[in-house]
Structure formats: C-alpha cells, structure tokens
C-alpha cells in the first residue's frame, strides 16, 4: 500500500486561516521568489521600524498548501525579530515551528525563508542607496 505523507494540523491550521495575508502599502521591503519546478510563488512585504526591528509583514503566496502554511508561518516568527535574526530564520527552523513537513514538501520552506531573506536584502539596499 502507498504510504500517503500527511500534514501536521499546526500545517493545516495555517494552511486553513492563514496569518498576514495581503500586501503593505509603501512596504519598506520587497521579496519575491518562485519555484520553477512546482511554479509556485512568493511575495513577502516587510515595514522596518526605527530600530531595523520587523515590525510588520504581509505575504502574497500562489501555491500549494504547504507553501501557503510557511508563508503564514515565517511571517509569525519574522514580526518583532531584528533584521540580523530574521535574516538567520532557516527552512529547518520553520518546518519544525510546522510540527514537520512532507520530505517532498521541503522547498516550500525554503521559498519562505527564501522570500523573508530578500525582502530584507531589498530593505538594506534602499537604506543603502538614500546614504549615499
Ligand atoms: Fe512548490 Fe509547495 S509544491 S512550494
């Protein structure tokens, strides 16, 4: 019998009521990444405050459920960090916030960690570019 990989139900609950879903007007950082395997994308917004702590994120995501689950879930663990910790926020790290995900399913954390890492990179080179 084929062994279907399932979901933990802290993946489903994201999945089902996703977190911080939308877009940020004027967001201070921009991230989008795609698979081309899977054609899956995403778009992470991020607002900066004083102090280069996230104070807010929102995420745009076209893909499947588990992608949809990291999505919700980076944006939890994002909001609040420095920009130094949540650049160091790894796939492992929100797979095990998930309560774990499918093997076949673990590029779909690494498209959100992936996603949060340019947003901030996107964030640091505008700060950049208004120094010079
Ligand atoms: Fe590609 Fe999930 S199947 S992000």
Redesign the pocket.
Same mark, same amino acid.
Request: hydrophobic content about 40%.
């Given at each position: 019998m084929v062994k279907i990989a399932q979901y933990s139900d802290i993946v489903m609950d994201h999945f089902m009521n996703p977190r911080n879903v939308g877009e940020i007007e004027n967001p201070d950082g921009v991230g989008e990444v795609g698979?081309p395997? $899977?054609?899956?994308m995403m778009t992470f917004y991020i607002k900066v405050d004083d102090e280069d702590r996230i104070e807010d994120v929102k995420f745009k995501t076209f893909? $499947?459920g =588990? =992608?949809i689950a990291v999505s919700s879930m980076v944006s939890e663990m994002a909001v609040g960090k420095t920009l130094d910790e949540a650049m160091s926020i790894t796939r492992d790290q929100v797979a095990q916030q998930l309560g774990g995900l499918p093997k076949n399913?673990m590029? $779909?954390s690494n498209?959100g960690a992936d996603a949060l890492q340019k947003a901030i990179e996107d964030y640091r080179s505008k700060k950049a570019a208004t120094k010079e």
């Amino acid at each position: 019998m084929v062994k279907i990989a399932q979901y933990s139900d802290i993946v489903m609950d994201h999945f089902m009521n996703p977190r911080n879903v939308g877009e940020i007007e004027n967001p201070d950082g921009v991230g989008e990444v795609g698979n081309p395997v $899977c054609g899956d994308m995403m778009t992470f917004y991020i607002k900066v405050d004083d102090e280069d702590r996230i104070e807010d994120v929102k995420f745009k995501t076209f893909g $499947c459920g =588990a =992608a949809i689950a990291v999505s919700s879930m980076v944006s939890e663990m994002a909001v609040g960090k420095t920009l130094d910790e949540a650049m160091s926020i790894t796939r492992d790290q929100v797979a095990q916030q998930l309560g774990g995900l499918p093997k076949n399913k673990m590029h $779909c954390s690494n498209l959100g960690a992936d996603a949060l890492q340019k947003a901030i990179e996107d964030y640091r080179s505008k700060k950049a570019a208004t120094k010079e």
